[in-house]
């Protein structure tokens, strides 16, 4: 691993998480032939330099706006990078649908539940091992605005690996049960 793209939608805490990770080794940068600017800067992880990239906002791999279409470019031209989803915790339903996207096109995925603190505030209690369970990726729960977590995904970023989303199908059908009315 040699990239780490932070992916998710405006306003959930990717610039944050970013200058958690960056610090000052950040430089601001525009996709080639846009205006559309993003951040790039390097860190250590287990003593080795990763260039951790923070995308444009994107609500699906589907886009709608150029900001978007260059997200979906910088994440196809990036293939053997690791993916951070950064999700918002008190909207994850929001947050995963992208998230599945990128698993389904057999990217290395952790999710970071981010907004930790804002979820509880609104007492929305995401259980984050029943969720990495059903995704078979790691999901890690922090307030990057504080650093809580922060550790936690940065030492959990090599346990990505690509999952196949026929085992995500198996886990949700196989927990759910179903019931029939007559």
Known sequence: MSKVLLMGQSNVGK?????????ARAT???YPGTTVDFDK???RIEGQDVEIVD??????LEPKDRAEEVAVKMLEETKGATVVCVIDSSKVERGLYLALEIIEKRHSVIIALNMA????DANINVDA????EIL???VVPMVATRGEGLKELVSRIREAVPVEIEGIIKNVGGKSGTS???
């Open 28 to 30: 601001v940068s525009n």
């Open 136 to 138: 078979g990726v790691p």
């Open 117 to 120: 603190d804002v979820a509880k």
């Open 129 to 132: 091992e029943r969720l990495e």
């Open 55 to 60: 995308i444009p906002g994107s609500f699906s």
């Open 15 to 23: 610039s944050v998480l970013f200058n958690r990770l960056a610090g």
């Open 41 to 43: 800067g390097r860190m």
């Open 180 to 182: 029939s009315h007559s």
